[in-house]
């Protein structure tokens, strides 16, 4: 059996879900609503986990859309992410996701969760990225006052540290452990991970995907997320699936930038960049797609890069704003804080911030060569007056001179939100052994799960992250309850709609 000795408390629930993010929460209300017995085990002393700061999630075919004529089906959306995977990812779970996600968005909706309009995560793309009012976060504190209405027991600061198995049998319950040190067994007919990944596990950051967290790679956020429920279904026999997938975000300076700050929004424009050696690499316009972005840092030397603005820029910036972040600096927000910020920054010694009233003093404060650094600018600038990119083909709209001091750098390195896969499920989110057999009582949601992505995480289906939490969660509760999944359901409603 894989569990722990001296059980100091013995408990019996109908599921016990381990995890308190998104794909926790919509599990344990999905089973409260049908009637099932839940308690929630979390970590941390708080529920959401990454949730909290997620901007919006993803859906085709919701209610929202059609009454705004915005057309997005579900064949589209299922082609979209697996032409993008180039069909490596789980065709049956995908489907199975993107089935469910209109009708998410309307059970969120019941359950009083507030949106804004759809959108799109980037200039013309898809209006598929439904934001919420409020973040995450709020989405969460409603859907957790919903399910301790409906009789859901929380568990905070308790870890699962092992799984209840006879060999070849079912799963039949937790092992866990509180704050106190306390071990407590609860037995389950079911068992329910959903424990966000490992994205602060520096040794399996480090086996799984070579990178070297908090030296070349930086998580955004600190979520507890040490990879405890991959681990406990490998021990009880789960196959691996997804484990070396990162969802990259766009780059930043470790450690400097809040989300309110203006700095955000400018570290997320395409200027000048170039990697340690002084030179250019890429069409910075990628920014608009941060896991372009990340595939592209680890490829240079450090897996880091300076981006480069000029007084010009600035003043642009201040007054005009520039192409979005996200829900968090949206498109043409003035930066009029930026300049007081980077001086607050430098005045302290900040490590990724530079400022100089040369080009030739600015790569000094970079450490990178003068010469070469020059070269680059040099280079640049001539494309900028011609108006056409020779080296990386980048929209003439970019294409800005570094010319009117003082110049500006941010050191940016790797980031990223979460990891994106581990344990291998089916299109109802059983967790599947290595002969791909179900091993019976066992789930997996989120980040917990592999099959979603193949090797990178999609932006153009913006919010799929927290889409693939919240409707896996879903059907991984509709699946203990012994509700089928049709698919139909929805869509009937919305031919009714139309």
């Not at 059980?7 to 009637?35: E, S, Y």
């Amino acid at each position: 059996m894989y569990f722990l000795g001296g059980v100091t408390l013995m408990v019996k629930w109908d599921v016990v879900v381990i995890g308190c993010g998104g794909g926790g929460i919509a599990a344990a209300l999905t089973l409260a609503r049908g009637g099932a017995k839940v308690i929630v085990l979390e970590k941390a002393s708080y529920p959401g986990g990454s949730t909290n700061f997620v901007e919006g999630t993803y859906a085709v075919e919701s209610k929202m859309q059609l009454k705004r004529n915005i057309k997005a089906t579900c064949d589209e959306g299922f082609k979209e992410l697996m032409n993008y995977s180039h069909w490596k990812a789980n065709a049956a779970l995908v489907r199975a996701i993107v089935n469910k996600s209109g009708d998410t968005i309307d059970w969120l909706q019941k359950e009083g969760v507030s949106f804004a309009e759809p959108t799109a995560d980037f200039l013309g793309g898809p209006r598929v990225w439904h934001l919420f009012k409020g973040f995450g976060k709020e989405m969460i504190r409603v859907l957790v006052a919903n399910a301790k209405k409906k009789g859901v027991k929380f568990l905070y600061e308790t870890t699962a540290r092992g799984l209840l198995r006879e060999v070849g049998g079912p799963v039949t319950g937790v092992v866990g452990e509180d704050k106190e040190g306390r071990q407590i067994q609860i037995e389950g007919k079911a068992i329910i991970i959903a424990t966000g990944g490992f994205a602060n596990n520096k040794d399996w950051i480090k086996r799984y995907t070579g990178f070297d967290l908090d030296e070349n790679l930086f998580a955004v956020g600190r979520y507890h997320k040490t990879g405890d429920g991959i681990r406990m279904a490998w021990e009880a026999g789960a196959a691996e699936e997804g484990i070396g997938v990162l969802l990259f975000n766009f780059g930043m300076p470790p450690g400097t930038i809040r989300p309110q700050d203006h700095m955000l929004g400018a570290v997320g424009q395409p200027t000048l960049w170039v990697n340690q050696q002084g030179t250019r690499f890429c069409d910075e316009a990628v920014i608009e797609d941060m896991i372009h972005v990340g595939n592209i840092l680890s490829r240079q030397p450090g897996r880091y890069c300076f981006r480069i603005f000029d007084k010009d820029m600035r003043r642009h910036w201040a007054k005009h704003g520039g192409i979005g972040v996200g829900n968090y600096c949206p498109p043409r927000t003035p930066l009029t804080n930026l300049d007081t910020e980077m001086r607050a920054l430098i005045s302290k010694g900040n490590p990724y911030v530079f400022v100089a009233d040369a080009l030739d003093a600015l790569a000094d404060e970079m450490g990178i060569d003068q010469a070469m650094f020059m070269k680059t600018v040099e280079v640049y600038n001539r494309f900028c007056d011609k108006g056409h990119d020779d080296s990386f083909a980048k929209d003439p709209a970019h294409l800005q001179p570094v010319r009117t001091p003082p110049f500006y750098a941010f050191k940016c390195y790797t980031d990223f939100l979460c990891t994106l896969g581990g344990i291998r499920i089916n299109e109802n989110t059983e967790v599947l052994d290595k002969n791909n057999k179900e091993i019976p009582g066992l789930y997996a949601t989120g980040c917990d799960a592999g099959g979603m992505y193949g090797d990178s995480y999609d932006i153009t289906a913006s919010g799929i992250g927290s889409a693939f939490a919240l409707n896996s969660g879903r059907i991984a509760g509709e699946r203990v309850l012994g509700i089928e999944r049709t698919g139909t359901e929805h869509k009937n409603e919305i031919e009714e709609m139309g």
